[in-house]
């Protein structure tokens, strides 16, 4: 049975349908409609943010025939759909990444569209051609022929060759927010008729990473477990996720300056089971939450959106018994500790370390407070 996976059966078919990206939309919807569409563009950010989507949704749009475009009802349109237009070549440069390819690519280039006005090219990890491939690519890349488009794509523009970058409009994609995701992983669910709970598709987003691609492909492992209703509880069984509970307790255990109670429940959790290393990275998040509400009060709930509403409650009231530098040190060892300790031969050695550390932190006295005990 061939099943297709929800991010490429929810793919955006319109401009309106993309997640977080309004900074790149705007000014590219503009460009097609006043046809002043670039001859090279270069797409730039994380994986899984819609790259290769908005690069698709201009290559339909360019020979769409509607009043809006991509109208999607257009033969144009419907070809592109269906995976039968032949004026849209995507190209993998991973595989694909010497200079021979790039040649013939130059040479496909001369020849006009089989149908349509425009040819569109799409060169996908970019960063993977050889120098050689880039030479041989400049010199079309900054002359093409009138019927050619060439996006480019990558996540490491850092290994772009300043030569390619000047001669395309670049455009920088940031990860979407998290409750973005979570409202498209809300639509999707619907869609699939499976009631997901807020909490649960905030922790999928969550666990996405900033990748909407990753989260929707979670989203479909869970519905392939859970496929009526999905919980928060269900999401971290199967995705092995810490539970938010015993993070929270966790948490406060620390605020209290409970060594021995903390060490008890981290012995406790990797008996149980539980990626303690997880649970370093949750702690991380929660301890820059606090820091943030300490720093400023009213500017932290602009921060707050990766945190469930328990979450938040569990730092705030913990909050007073955390004070700046305590907070500081924290995110800081934690952050040191997770790139210390990545082949611990005991799991949850990196947890207990960053405990006590941290505690340690907290029983220091500043001169003052040691004159004045």
Known sequence: MNHLV??????PMAFDDIVGQDHIVRPITNAIKTNRVAHAYLFAGPRGVGKTTIARLIAKSLNCTGAVRPCNSCASCAEFNGNRALNVIEIDAASNRGIDEIRALRESARFAPPGGSFKTYIVDECHMLTKEAFNALLKTLEEPPTHVVFI?????????????????QHYTFRRPPISAVASRLGAIAKKEKVALAPEAAHLIARAGEGSLRDAESILGQIMAAEDKKITSTEVEDILGL????????LFSLIAEKNPAGALALVQELADAGSDTVALLRLLLRYFRHALLLRLDAAAAPRFAEDMLPAERDCIAKNLPHLDEPILTRAVLTITDNLQRFRASPIPQLPLEITILEILADQSEQSPQEKLSA
């Not at 929800?6 to 793919?11: A, D, F, G, M, P």
């Not at 794509?153 to 390619?164: C, N, S, W």
């Not at 810490?242 to 307790?249: D, I, L, T, V």
């Open 152 to 168: 480019l794509a990558t996540t490491e523009i850092e290994k772009m060759p300043a030569t390619i970058v000047s001669r395309t």
């Open 242 to 249: 810490p539970k938010s509970e015993a993070a929270q307790k």
């Open 6 to 11: 929800l991010y490429r059966k929810y793919r």
